[in-house]
């Protein structure tokens, strides 16, 4: 009995890290956790992404259909259009979108590669298309696909590796980074290498998020041990394929947060509340990390295991909910009745 004891407890330790210390997953403090989703709307096919419009709808990617949906607080739904050149192919399709004033960005796969397209949101329509960035390394996996527009008014994207690991190191390669751009495709001024590359050494980053302090955190999937959260700062490199999780070697930056691959397989990412909030795709879950006033990670809170199944699309409503999107109908889940669905969470 002491030796089962002792390997249930190694066990815990060993499942969730920040920093250098492990810790075991947290349990809910009384009266902390959020209260239970509501469903927003369903009927959906793997929602990606969800970014909201100045007037408080949201606009959602459909990955697979390459359908762009507009969403009321109400959960009034209606297509905006199929989006032109979009090729879904394996974990690739129509991925991210970020809003900024009537300007709508598109993260999507083409036939050849994956790209960013710009388009005004006029009505009920979309106008004005323009290809701002193409050229991004395409593949069956590690597609990257996330945006979003940072606290200093440019656009970020995360591209994967496409599971050829030498392109995360190489930096001439748009593959395995987080790029940095104005709204015309260009390198932001003061990017680290003078090109659209902010960070790189990543294998495939879904979530992009900052806090209060405009510090900016992504998330990542690992391969067979460890996924990561990790503080990006411009020009570094966070490891991949040389390291995964933790290194301790000076010439990459560890990561923050480190869980096991099949407590996470990490995508979207949001802050609210003072914590992060992460949906795990295999580990399926919504993810708590309460954040330091120096960035740093705190103990992680899971949420709603295993109720939801697959959690991809985690965004910040302008009132401060969360609204979070299943992904039980990408081929690697189990549906439910009602799958996909959009909930909104109250965070704590």
Known sequence: MRKL????????LTACSTGGEVLPTAAVPAGAAPGDPKDVVTGLSVPWAIAF????????????????LRVTPAGQARELGTIEGVTPD???????????????????TAEQDNRIVRYRHAGDGLTDRRLIVEGIPKGGIHNGGRLAFGPDGFLYATTGEIGDRSLAQQRDSLGGKILRMTADGAPAPGNPFGTLVYSYGHRNVQG?????????YASEFGANTYDEVNLIKPGANYGWPEVEGRGDDQRYVNPILTWS???????????????LWVGALRGARLWQVPLGDDGSAGRPVAHYTDRYGRIRAVTTTPDGALWVGTSNQDGRGSPRNGDDRIMTVTPS
């Not at 974990?91 to 999507?108: D, P, S, T």
């Open 90 to 108: 394996g974990e690739g399709g129509l991925m991210g979108v970020a809003v900024k004033g009537e300007q709508i960005f598109l993260y999507y």
């Open 5 to 12: 004891w002792t390997i249930m407890l190694m066990a815990a």
């Open 53 to 68: 419009l100045p007037g408080g709808d949201a606009l959602v990617t459909e990955r697979d259909s390459a359908r762009l």
């Open 208 to 216: 992009l998020a900052w806090d209060t302090a405009g510090r900016l």
């Open 261 to 275: 691959t099949g407590e996470a397989s990490p995508s979207g990412m949001a802050y609210a509340a003072g914590s």
